[in-house]
């Protein structure tokens, strides 16, 4: 589908439809929610602004739920949900499911396909440490790949690395690895590292479990909570998010998204028609989706 052709918010029933049965919202945080540098006090530039801010406690007040799903990890997520005043979250792009944020939390890791003797009773990610999943591909991709150090801390579940990749090449490279794994593109970089990339975009990466990914996390915790796909929406602005639609009633793209050709080549695979545009960048296309969500269930 080319991006133009994509409903936009104010006018799409089948969009207000859907905001209107939601009682839980799965976003994304970088691209979609906090501006550059991570703040959720600023506005899509990163100036100064209460616009973000205003519209989480309108969904707060309006007793609607708010999961944030992300590839960072659970400590990072964790803090951030307690900042919030959100319940848990999805952490490390869908290994891990947390509901609660305090000493009861429940915690779920996702091991996708891999069996009781695959996953050794150990946390996922030491067992792709060990793999030679990293040492594979760093032989493969000289200088082009390398642990995404400053954030490949406390990590459980998945291995994060950054990287100007082909990624059907990197998936190929991993499929000759025990036991199976993925490799998800977590969208653009803005530094390259010391990554001689040349003119190509630097990618985050995570090496998962195969088959663990945002959707299949988001389908785990709605079963949990007793709900299913037409009761939740979601919001992103990566190539990866797009799976987000299969999983909940609507997915919204905010504005910066269509900037990303993994986005524009995504949609293009069409078949997904539950996409809808916004026309607000980052936290801005956030807090227009809040609004009209807040409205929706009110009306
Ligand atoms: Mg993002």
Redesign the pocket.
Known sequence: MNPHDLPALSGAAPAYEALARASVLYT?????LVAPGGSVLADATGAPSAIVASAIVAVNAAGLEVVPV?GRNRMQLMELARLLGWGGFIAEAGAIIQRGTGADAAITYDRGVWTAEQAGGRPPFATIRSSGAYEALAEAFPGRVEHYASWQMDREATLLLRGCLDLAAAQAVLDSIDPPLDIVD??MLRNPGTLACGDLPPHAYHVVPRGVCKARAIALDLKARGLGPADAIAI???AT?IQMAEATGALFLVDNAFASRGVIDELARGGRPNIVRLSGARGEGWAELASAWVQAVHA
Do not use: R
Request: aromatic content about 0%; glycine content about 24%; overall charge negative.
């Open positions: 994304d945080l970088d691209g979609t992300s977590n969208g992103g602005d990566s998010d």
